[in-house]
């Protein structure tokens, strides 16, 4: 339960930073349109571009990222690609435990007028 609340709780403050960092006065609204009709790579930047200009500051720049999304359906083979922007991925920690055979202790002393060069 920690690790999902730690999550949540950086997620909120890079959130509100953001928010408050804002590159420009007003957010614009920005209208979402449909990008059947482009190729993968343009709808990839649109889609981009769109974010930025909503959320335009150096927490943009420095933790958001573009995630795409491939479904296909089952039935009519129809398959949708999207492109989400993210701020993280949340990757499982590994519960298994590594036990450790041997340690090794090497001692680490520096002699009278020893300098770094």
């Given at each position: 339960?920690?690790?999902?609340?730690?999550?949540?709780c950086i997620?909120?403050?890079?959130?509100l930073?953001?928010?408050d960092l804002?590159?420009?006065?007003?957010k614009p609204f920005v209208e979402m349109s449909e990008l059947e009709n482009r190729s993968i790579?343009?709808?990839?930047v649109e889609t981009w571009n769109r974010h930025l200009h909503r959320n335009e500051s150096i927490i943009t720049d420095l933790f958001h990222g573009q995630f795409k999304s491939v479904v296909k359906c089952s039935r009519?083979?129809?398959?949708?690609?999207?492109?989400?922007p993210m701020m993280s991925l949340l990757l499982p920690i590994p519960a298994g435990q590594k036990t450790?055979?041997?340690i090794y202790y090497i001692p680490y002393e520096l002699k009278d007028g020893y300098?770094?060069?």
């Open positions: 339960m920690g690790q999902q609340d730690s999550h949540e997620n909120s403050i890079l959130d930073l953001g928010e804002y590159r420009h006065g007003k790579d343009e709808a990839a009519c083979d129809r398959v949708s690609i999207t492109f989400d450790i055979k041997t300098t770094n060069r």
